[in-house]
């Protein structure tokens, strides 16, 4: 059980190009979710999915696409990145139990922008 | 809309103290309160999660943190600190019972360092 796999870890752009952050997880979970990290400011939510075909976004998504496909997966696309953009990326995965909501998050993604 | 308000960015305790990291939240349904914690370079662990019943919520590593409605808190604590508690605590929060689908709102952390 891989959990919430992230790719790659680092990566490094320039100015303008666009990528793609991978996120998939093997839970059969039906939300995930992607959140930047900012020295100061905690983990700010980008993008979310309640299931696939569905998304919304979150406090930060100019920027940044999504789509779900299938359960398994929440790539982010970075159309034309900016150094604003600098930030290390976790995507979350997550499921109602009978206590709450259990949310998994995946080790990762630095990228820099120059 | 929730947030949630971390007190103090950095906090310096004494190796074998106790260790208080404070959190309070604006929510307003009854909030699902997480902490996690962050090492250097990683990702994010899960130390408790207050969801419902019991206020006092034990975790991992001999943390542990109380809620308490009537201040909107959500504190940290352990009774002694120790050298491999040094990193960068959240407080989270969500008031979304379905499992977190709209994401969680955090905290801006705190940096807990442990003075030998």
Same mark, same amino acid.
């Given at each position: ?8 870890? #680092? ?47 979150? +406090? ?11 359960? +398994?997966? #929440? ?14 990326? #976790? ?24 | ?116």
């Amino acid at each position: 059980n891989a959990g919430v796999t992230q790719t790659p870890k #680092f990566q490094v752009l320039k100015t303008g190009q666009s990528m793609t952050l991978q996120c998939a997880q093997d839970m059969n979970h039906e939300y995930m979710s992607w959140y930047r990290q900012d020295p100061g400011m905690g983990l700010r939510l980008i993008h979310y999915s309640v299931g696939a075909g569905i998304t919304d976004q979150g +406090e930060v998504p100019n920027g940044y696409n999504v789509s779900r496909s299938t359960t +398994e997966d #929440f790539p982010l696309r970075l159309l034309s990145a900016a150094p604003s953009q600098t930030s290390v990326y #976790f995507c979350a995965s997550s499921y109602s139990g009978t206590h709450g909501n259990t949310i998994y998050f995946g080790e990762g993604s630095w990228l820099t922008v120059v | 809309a929730q947030s949630v308000t971390q007190l103090g960015s950095h906090v310096s305790v004494s190796e074998g103290a106790l260790v208080l990291l404070r959190c309070n939240y604006s929510s307003s349904v009854p909030p699902y309160l997480f902490w996690y914690v962050q090492y250097p370079n990683q990702g994010l662990q899960l130390l408790l999660k207050y969801t419902t019943g019991a206020t006092l919520v034990k975790g991992i590593n001999g943390f542990e943190a109380e809620f308490k409605k009537s201040e909107t808190s959500f504190h940290l604590t352990k009774p002694s600190a120790h050298m491999s508690d040094a990193a960068e605590y959240f407080c989270a929060v969500s008031d979304d019972s379905g499992g977190g689908a709209d994401g969680l709102t955090f905290g801006k952390g705190t940096h807990l360092i442990i003075q030998p």
